[in-house]
């Protein structure tokens, strides 16, 4: 009887500490579900991506508080642009008609972002000069290949 109680017990031990392992391995989530270590990883990324494009830029403190709301807006609609592009990065086993539907979606996305760029290099024009704004294109250009050397 003693050992049957032994055996239940550690039985039991043994699995509440798996569980709670596995719990531990998927990271806490905020209320709509995204990982927040991630999510604090992406924002300690931007606020050093502005801090760099800020200061090659020479941007003064008026300039900033108008350009850095257009940036970030630019760089949340290319997300959501490149979202349907990931998306399909993740499908296994497709056809070749997939992949030639996959290619058109992706200089569909192409062209979509070469607008949105003309688009906000307009917007930015009337909050910094053109200087400034290709200042921006090679900060951007810089910050983009640095990130990837490093993975």
Not at 61 to 67: A, G, V, W
């Amino acid at each position: 009887m003693k050992k049957r109680v032994v055996l239940i017990l550690s039985s039991l031990l043994f699995l509440f500490s798996a569980v709670t392992f596995a719990q531990e391995g998927r990271g806490s989530r905020d209320k709509d579900g995204r990982d927040v270590q991630r999510k604090a990883k992406f924002e300690q990324f931007k606020e050093k991506r502005h801090e760099y494009i800020s200061k090659e830029m020479a941007l003064t403190d008026k300039e900033s508080l108008l350009f850095w709301p257009l940036c970030d807006e630019l760089q949340e609609k290319k997300f959501e642009l490149n979202r349907s592009l990931r998306r399909d990065d993740r499908k296994s086993a497709i056809s070749e008609s997939d992949y030639d539907k996959m290619l058109d979606d992706y200089i569909d996305v192409k062209l979509k972002e070469a607008k949105l760029d003309r688009d906000y290099f307009e917007k930015f024009r009337t909050v910094i000069p053109a200087e400034k704004v290709l200042k921006y294109i090679r900060a951007e250009r810089y910050v983009a290949r640095s990130f990837f050397e490093k993975k």
